[in-house]
T-cell receptor, first 117, second 113 residues
């Protein structure tokens, strides 16, 4: 069974500080996909990144960066020079394999990030 | 940019009433999903739908729930007899291919009194 753990429930930082969100996953599949979604106070789920299990290359997109390490089953997310608009709940999610019928997402519990001015 | 839409944005209903939540997935997507999020909790998978049939469902998705794609654009979730514990945000999502990114609608906040 697949499982995603986000151990940090809430992180509070001051603007311009960096913040790293941890995500640890469990799966028995060798092919799987990892995602990060952002949920701002308005409530919608905004897609940030998708990674497949065969691509361990780290990625940077603007102030966001992701560190995928299969050896530790982790897919961590860093916001550099945080801004107040980054305040949101961030969810890590996992989908297993390529099942013909579709791939459900299993979400972690989310990490609430509060960026203070 | 194409997006998933959901109606209504908010719904208040009495316990025991039927509700239908509506979604319009992105037009060329083939896989459709419903998730729910109880206030302050994580997002939970309910059901996936492909080729006009349910492909997977969770334990939450019991006989009170049903899904339908009545035409080429809408995707609905029906709760036959709502319970207090059905109060949650319900998200619809769609993806083009298997294991590709699921894009979520803005959600319907359901409150059962």
């Amino acid at each position: 069974a697949q499982k995603v753990t986000q151990a940090q429930t809430e992180i509070s930082v001051v603007e311009k500080e960096d913040v790293t969100l941890d995500c640890v996953y469990e799966t028995r599949d060798t092919t799987y996909y990892l995602f990060w979604y952002k949920q701002p106070p308005s409530g919608e789920l905004v897609f940030l990144i998708r990674r497949n299990s065969f691509d361990e290359q780290n990625e940077i997109s603007g102030r966001y960066s992701w560190n995928f390490q299969k050896s530790t089953s982790s897919f961590n997310f860093t916001i550099t020079a945080s801004q107040v608009v980054d305040s949101a709940v961030y969810f890590c999610a996992l989908s297993e394999g390529q099942r013909a019928a579709g791939n459900k997402l299993t979400f972690g519990g989310g990490t609430r990030v509060l960026v203070k001015p | 940019e194409p997006e998933v839409t959901q109606t209504p944005s908010h719904q208040v209903t009495q316990m025991g009433q039927e509700v239908i939540l509506r979604c319009v997935p992105i037009s060329n997507h083939l896989y459709f999903y419903w998730y729910r999020q109880i206030l302050g909790q994580k997002v939970e998978f309910l059901v996936s739908f492909y080729n006009n049939e349910i492909s997977e469902k969770s334990e939450i998705f019991d006989d009170q729930f049903s899904v339908e794609r009545p035409d080429g654009s809408n995707f609905t979730l029906k709760i036959r007899s709502t319970k207090l514990e059905d109060s949650a945000m319900y998200f619809c999502a769609s993806s083009f291919r298997i294991a590709e990114t699921q894009y979520f609608g803005p959600g319907t906040r359901l409150l059962v009194l």
